[in-house]
Nanobody
Framework: QVQLVESGGGLVQPGRSLKLSCAAS????????IGWFRQAPGKKREGVSC????????YYADSVKGRFTISRDKATSRVHLQIDSATPDDTATYYC???????????????????WGQGILVTVST
């Protein structure tokens, strides 16, 4: 059984940085496109970023472009999400999920998710 596990969440002050990681047990993440999502209280889950298996195709939601960076670490089979210049609007539970593909971009990410992690809370506050 495949399980995805997010780590690195917590409390961060506005304007500061945080790095989330996604790892898997029971599967090799290097073989799959991976997406990061977030869900704020009372809101729908939304796609944030997607990276293809090769790492050559990357997509970002408009709300995070220029502040978030998705990357792959092939050596450890992890996918990271670097959050810079955090704002209170970034407060949410963040999830990683295997994607069937990144093609189609952000709008169809939720529909293409195959395996979900349990999520990790990021709180941006003073």
């Amino acid at each position: 059984q495949v399980q995805l596990v997010e780590s690195g969440g917590g409390l961060v002050q506005p304007g500061r940085s945080l790095k989330l990681s996604c790892a898997a047990s029971g599967a090799e993440l290097n073989n799959y496109a991976i997406g990061w999502f977030r869900q704020a209280p009372g809101k729908k889950r939304e796609g944030v970023s997607c990276i293809s298996a090769s790492g050559t195709s990357i997509y970002y939601a408009d709300s995070v472009k220029g502040r978030f960076t998705i990357s792959r670490d092939k050596a450890t089979s992890r996918v990271h999400l670097q959050i810079d210049s955090a704002t209170p609007d970034d407060t949410a539970t963040y999830y990683c999920a295997r994607q069937s593909t990144c093609a189609g971009g952000i709008p169809t990410m939720v529909a293409r998710a195959l395996w979900w992690g349990q999520g990790i809370l990021v709180t941006v506050s003073t």
